[in-house]
Structure formats: C-alpha cells, structure tokens
C-alpha cells in the first residue's frame, strides 16, 4: 500500500486520504498468473473474477517508466465468459473519518481496444447495507495527463459512519471479448465537498 501526497500525482485540493494500490507499487512474489481461477488474489488487496469457463486470459505485472512503477497487462484473447472484473480492497485508513460529505475520486490509466466498456464501482460496507455507486469510465475523455477521472460521492448514500466494515472497488469490463487491457494507472483519494 503506497499513501501519497498531492505533489506526487495531482491530487484534487483539500484530499485528505489517498491510495496507490501495492500492485502498481511493489513487485509482485509472482508477476504472471495464466489461466488463473475466479476470485484467484493476485495480492492482499486485488482478486479477478471472471465466468470464463477455459479460463482464456492472463494477468502480467510489468515495469514501467512513467506514472506507477508498475503496470498490470490482462490478456484475454479468446474469453469465452460474460463478465470480467479487478476488485481492490482498500485500506482501513479509507474508512477513518469517512462521511457522506467525502467525494471519494479514482484517477486511472486504462489502455485498450476502441469500443472497451469499463465501468468503476465503489462499495462500502457499513453494518448490514452495502453502498453501491457505479460509474462508467468514458474511455473518450481524460485529463491533460491521459488519467480517467471518476467521482464517486456519498451524499446520496444512507452512509452510517459509526458503523464502517470494508470499503473496495471493483473494476468492470462490460463485454470482455478484447485482446487486452492494461491498468498503468490507479490512484484514489478522498476530499470532502465543497459547501457554497
């Protein structure tokens, strides 16, 4: 896990918490994994979950020179399933001071094919209830740095904050018949809304 401050990566003012995810931070005991099962973590923090019934895909960490110290390739030439997903569990230090006046923002670099369909979704799990807010990822948009920018906020959200258990995003791609996608790129943070 890798806390970063707003020089690093451009952190919107006023954050108060943000995330790098270890994948994109530290080397990986094991870089590839082929033909891995659903729900198969590939670290503490990210698990694939996939309804490919072959198994058709691998996921490579690798190198690289710009932005995180790594990225993840996910190779899916011939996948036979309907559904496809990264989660990332985020860490307990997401949850301190947590409330529905936080924005929770995900800034990320995605390569793929033209036409991939990825959405973000945030989960938090306060007592009984999960809080489900889903995002698409407008592939045809990003910022002046080639990072998505997805805003998840929590005032429409029945958020008990007394209550807190596990907060984790997944990453969806809607129709997994790519030849691949790579994540160069994933940064969360948190900053509270602004009152007018």
């Keep these: 896990m890798a806390e970063l401050s707003p020089e690093t990566c451009a952190l919107p003012p006023g954050t108060d918490w943000s995330w790098r995810p270890a994948v994109l931070s530290q080397a990986l005991p094991d870089p590839e994994h082929v033909a891995p099962a659903s729900g198969r973590r590939l670290s503490d923090e990210m698990a694939l979950w996939h309804d490919c ?20 390739l996910l190779e899916v030439p011939r996948f036979g399933g309907s559904y496809l997903s990264v989660s990332f569990d ?22 793929s ?19 489900n807010i889903l995002r698409h990822v407008d592939l045809t948009r990003s910022d002046p740095s080639g990072r998505y920018l997805v805003e998840f906020d929590l005032a429409g959200t029945d958020l008990n904050q007394n209550r807190l258990e596990k907060i984790w995003l997944d990453l ?7 030849e691949s996608v790579t994540l160069a790129e994933l940064v969360m943070s948190r900053h509270l809304r602004a009152n007018f």
């Excluded at 691998?58 to 993840?72: K, N, V, W």
């Excluded at 094919?113 to 809080?131: C, D, F, K, M, W």
């Excluded at 969806?172 to 790519?178: F, G, H, N």
């Design 172 to 178: 969806i791609v809607e129709q997994p018949r790519l």
């Design 90 to 111: 985020l860490p307990a230090s997401a949850m301190n001071g947590l409330t529905s006046a936080h924005i929770l923002r995900l800034a990320t670099v995605l390569r």
């Design 53 to 72: 019934p072959d198994k058709a895909l691998t996921l490579r960490q690798r190198p690289q020179t710009d932005g995180a110290p790594f990225d993840l």
């Design 113 to 131: 094919q033209e036409g991939a369909s990825i959405y973000a979704r945030l989960n938090v799990t306060h007592g009984p209830n999960t809080e």
